[in-house]
């Protein structure tokens, strides 16, 4: 998902004529989305904007009076949550935004202190029209957590609402039983994918302590299978670097799946080996580009590695939090989706940007 953020300014860049080459540069993660969460019987409802290189530049969190921000690097914000309970115990809320996915968990002392309706709101592949995704946390009828009444809102994709999956598990020290649920989207040319995922897991100690994680997460674009007549023509990868400049690949692909005729805008470093494109703006803002052909289809996968390591910290209620971390946003956050920072780079179903064929 291409970053179209400088600052705090949303740029929402849509489909023009350039040169008689329709180009659709649009964004997922950059378009601000909304996570909702039950944390003590009360929606905590999360706003994420997003900048170059998948970091934060600003996180809203609604109450604000209860939720104080206790960490806040350019990848990641923590929180802590009031318990109501006299005496109980807070909850942490951490958002994170990296590789061109995003999560909002929160982590507290019971399935019950988890409990309750959320939601997810955004725009999936940056066309300019919201979609939401509902669900409902609970205890199942063993006790165990359960995800209910799932349903989608808005948009133009088509969606697909998977099964909920359950799972249990023992070991010496602690049980856990666990739910978890996706939402899978599909651009409407099918060239595309990306999912929604909806997961709680409880988890109880040797000493009987519990503790409850739930999490929601938007993940990275998916290059999916068309059929190979729709793929040919000139493709057009666009997203903004960590300066703020706009950057361009433009390439070509055959009935057969090969590539020729690459550009990339500004000048960079353009790598090809068959039907792979390696393009290095510099040594932290890489794009790789891959075109399969199988059985007469095509597929498109982009991988975005923009690495902005001098970024902001974001703002958090549009205010300047001091940081209690000194990394530069480059933490390990190898629990979240495969790895840390370096983690899971070479997914190459893994895409950031939208990349549009044009007949």
């Not at 601000?32 to 809203?60: E, N, Q, R």
């Not at 604000?64 to 109980?88: L, M, Q, W, Y």
């Not at 503790?211 to 793929?231: I, N, Q």
Request: charged content about 20%; glycine content about 12%.
């Amino acid at each position: 998902m291409k970053r179209h953020l400088i600052g705090v300014a949303a740029i929402v860049l849509g489909t023009a004529l350039v040169g008689g080459v329709s180009v659709q540069t649009a964004s997922a993660v950059d378009a601000p989305t909304t996570v909702t969460l039950p944390v003590f019987g009360v929606p905590l409802t999360i706003g994420i904007t997003s900048g170059p290189g998948s970091t934060l530049t600003d996180v809203t969190v609604d109450p604000a009076a209860s939720n104080v921000a206790t960490d806040v690097r350019p990848h990641k914000v923590v929180f802590e949550s009031a318990n109501p309970t006299v005496g109980g115990d807070p909850a942490k809320v951490t958002v994170k935004s990296k590789r061109g996915s995003q999560s909002v968990s929160a982590r507290a002392g019971s399935l019950a202190e988890v409990s309750g309706p959320g939601s997810w709101s955004g725009d999936v592949f940056g066309n300019g029209t919201p979609s939401s995704v509902s669900f409902t946390i609970a205890a199942g009828a063993d006790g165990n957590p359960d995800i209910t009444g799932t349903a989608v809102g808005g948009g133009s994709e088509a969606s697909e609402i998977g099964a909920v999956k359950r799972s249990t598990g023992d070991d010496d020290d602690e049980s856990s039983a666990s739910a978890r649920q996706s939402v899978k989207f599909t651009s409407a040319d099918g060239s595309q994918s990306r999912s929604v995922t909806i997961s709680v897991k409880v988890k109880t100690d040797e000493d009987g302590e519990t503790s409850a994680k739930l999490s929601v997460s938007l993940g990275r674009v998916k290059g999916e299978a068309v059929d190979a007549a729709a793929a040919v023509g000139t493709h057009t990868w666009t997203d903004l670097l960590c300066d703020g400049t706009t950057a361009t690949i433009m390439y070509d692909v055959d009935i057969n799946g090969a590539v020729s005729h690459v550009v990339a805008t500004p000048a960079a470093d353009v790598r090809q080996d068959g039907s792979k494109i390696d393009v290095r703006f510099s040594h932290d803002e890489r794009v790789r580009i891959r075109v399969r052909e199988d059985g007469g289809q095509i597929k498109i996968s982009v991988d975005n590695r923009i690495r902005c390591r001098d970024a902001a910290d974001p703002t958090v209620n549009g205010s300047v939090v001091p940081t209690t971390a000194d990394d530069n946003g480059n933490e390990d956050e190898g629990d979240d989706h495969g790895g840390g920072h370096h983690g899971g780079g070479h997914d190459d179903d893994a895409t950031s940007t939208t990349v549009t064929t044009v007949a």
